[in-house]
């Protein structure tokens, strides 16, 4: 992950006192209404220093004290609430994809005010998608009349390797020409506030971590399926990106040591050379192609990438074809899986993936095929397998979380 930050210091929100600001702010959230006595208490603090940083806080708009202080039972005042004032501030939440980007507008609670999507041709060039992106968003800001000042800070996944130090990206097959290219810069200029910028497998998992299927884990791989593969892993509540941002890549991993268990595979092709080929939209069009000339049937009219969603589903219902597709995807998935869970030991394990999600079938063959690779180790039914919760959502309102993360979580300078 990456912030970049303005080199104003009237408009970065760092110029919160860093560690002690986001502290108080954080647990004014979590608790919803508390007291300076025991807002102090809870951050061991003095109440001193507790009152000079939330009337510092109050006066930015970021939270507000609430409360008419009247008596109790033994003639005492009660004490005013601080909570965080949704409107004190608001964040932008972006997922930028191969044909289109969605932008959230989100107050500094996470609450979504107004969403928007823009499309592009495939391939597009970075400038022309920067001024589509850059056009919307002030659209959506003079349509909320949000002052400008009030921005606090933009989460942007993108898919492909980010480079922490830049915020540019290193790798970037499916945005040919962004690589190397100066990317997280150009929203920092044209808006003077804070960007994070992040893989987009990584910042879905993010958002299925805080929000979804793994809100009570502390830790939790994600296994993304969609016109290919990826993996976002948390550790101890930390989302793990390695140094160049690459952990996950499993796509990248050689078919090599593989080739034996996958000569009969309707997803392999001898061609093919790593695992993310196995799982293209496309390959799996030619899995169903495969079954229903083995088991001789004819494929449906509307048989096609767009639908696929629609056949997986067909597997809950019996049909063969559909079962047949699953039960070839589901080896080399179990295999990438089963390793993942030995080497890393999380306690859930949540599969992602829109064409196929839903599908009993799916998870259950997926299931058995994963217990019977570690049936020889210690670890067989320690991780739960579970579909997402978010699903088309997650990487959006992990962007979204990300941001946040700018107000919220201590920043240490190195």
Same mark, same amino acid.
């Given at each position: 992950?990456?912030s970049?930050?303005?080199?104003?210091?009237?408009?970065?929100?760092?110029?919160?006192?860093?560690?002690?600001?986001?502290?108080?702010?954080?647990?004014?959230?979590?608790?919803?209404?508390?007291?300076?006595?025991?807002?102090?208490?809870?951050?061991?603090?003095?109440?001193?220093?507790?009152?000079?940083i939330?009337?510092?806080?109050?006066?930015?708009?970021?939270?507000?004290?609430?409360?008419?202080?009247?008596?109790?039972?033994?003639?005492?005042?009660?004490?005013?609430?601080?909570?965080?004032?949704?409107?004190?501030?608001?964040?932008?939440?972006l997922?930028?994809?191969?044909?289109?980007?969605?932008?959230?507008?989100?107050?500094?609670?996470g609450?979504?005010v107004?969403?928007?999507?823009?499309?592009?041709?495939a391939?597009?060039?970075l400038?022309?998608?920067?001024?589509?992106?850059?056009d919307?968003?002030?659209?959506?800001?003079?349509?909320?009349?949000?002052?400008? =000042?009030? &921005?606090? +800070?933009? !989460?942007?996944?993108?898919?492909? #390797?980010?480079?922490?130090?830049t @915020?540019?990206? /290193?790798? *970037?097959?499916?945005?040919?020409?962004?690589?190397?290219?100066?990317?997280?810069d150009r929203?920092?200029?044209?808006?003077?506030?804070?960007?994070?910028?992040?893989?987009?497998i990584?910042?879905?998992?993010?958002? =299925?971590? &805080?929000? +979804?299927? !793994?809100?009570?884990?502390?830790? #939790?791989?994600?296994?993304?399926? @969609?016109?290919? /593969?990826? *993996?976002?892993?948390?550790?101890?509540?930390?989302?793990?990106?390695?140094?160049?941002?690459?952990?996950g890549?499993?796509?990248?991993?050689s078919?090599?040591?593989?080739?034996?268990?996958?000569?009969?595979?309707?997803?392999?092709?001898?061609?093919?050379?790593?695992?993310?080929?196995?799982?293209?939209?496309?390959?799996?069009v030619?899995?169903?192609?495969?079954?229903?000339?083995?088991?001789?049937?004819?494929?449906?009219?509307?048989?096609?990438?767009?639908?696929?969603?629609?056949?997986?589903?067909?597997?809950?219902?019996?049909?063969?074809?559909?079962?047949?597709?699953?039960?070839?995807m589901?080896?080399?998935?179990?295999?990438?899986?089963?390793?993942?869970?030995?080497?890393?030991?999380?306690?859930?394990?949540?599969?992602?993936?829109?064409?196929?999600?839903y599908?009993?079938?799916?998870?259950?063959k997926?299931?058995?095929?994963?217990?019977?690779?570690?049936?020889?180790?210690?670890?067989?039914?320690?991780?739960?397998?579970?579909?997402?919760?978010?699903?088309?959502?997650?990487?959006?309102?992990?962007?979204?979380s990300?941001?946040?993360d700018?107000?919220?979580?201590?920043?240490?300078?190195?």
């Amino acid at each position: 992950m990456l912030s970049r930050f303005t080199d104003n210091p009237k408009r970065d929100w760092r110029f919160l006192k860093e560690v002690n600001e986001t502290r108080l702010l954080d647990l004014i959230r979590k608790e919803d209404g508390i007291s300076r006595t025991e807002l102090a208490k809870k951050a061991k603090m003095s109440k001193t220093a507790v009152s000079e940083i939330i009337n510092r806080l109050i006066t930015t708009g970021l939270i507000k004290e609430e409360g008419k202080g009247e008596s109790t039972s033994s003639g005492g005042k009660r004490p005013t609430k601080l909570f965080i004032d949704p409107n004190g501030g608001y964040i932008f939440g972006l997922q930028i994809k191969r044909t289109k980007a969605l932008i959230s507008l989100a107050d500094c609670m996470g609450n979504e005010v107004s969403r928007s999507i823009i499309e592009y041709e495939a391939n597009p060039d970075l400038q022309t998608t920067f001024e589509l992106l850059k056009d919307s968003m002030q659209s959506m800001m003079r349509e909320k009349k949000f002052n400008t =000042e009030k &921005l606090i +800070g933009i !989460g942007i996944g993108v898919p492909g #390797m980010v480079d922490a130090k830049t @915020g540019n990206l /290193i790798l *970037a097959e499916t945005l040919q020409g962004w690589a190397d290219q100066t990317f997280a810069d150009r929203f920092v200029e044209n808006f003077n506030a804070p960007v994070v910028v992040d893989n987009d497998i990584n910042i879905q998992t993010w958002g =299925e971590y &805080l929000l +979804g299927a !793994g809100e009570q884990q502390n830790d #939790m791989i994600l296994v993304h399926i @969609g016109d290919g /593969i990826g *993996a976002g892993i948390i550790e101890n509540e930390v989302l793990v990106r390695g140094i160049m941002g690459g952990s996950g890549e499993i796509g990248y991993l050689s078919l090599k040591p593989y080739k034996s268990i996958l000569k009969d595979n309707y997803f392999y092709h001898p061609e093919q050379e790593y695992v993310g080929q196995l799982f293209s939209r496309l390959n799996t069009v030619k899995a169903f192609e495969r079954a229903y000339n083995e088991l001789d049937m004819s494929a449906p009219s509307s048989f096609e990438v767009k639908n696929l969603k629609t056949f997986f589903a067909q597997a809950d219902l019996g049909d063969e074809a559909a079962k047949k597709v699953i039960d070839h995807m589901a080896i080399m998935l179990a295999v990438l899986c089963s390793n993942m869970i030995i080497m890393l030991n999380s306690s859930m394990l949540v599969i992602s993936g829109s064409e196929f999600n839903y599908s009993q079938y799916f998870l259950q063959k997926l299931q058995e095929e994963i217990n019977e690779y570690i049936a020889v180790t210690p670890l067989q039914r320690s991780t739960k397998i579970v579909y997402g919760q978010l699903n088309s959502e997650a990487a959006l309102k992990g962007a979204v979380s990300l941001a946040l993360d700018i107000l919220y979580k201590p920043f240490i300078r190195k």
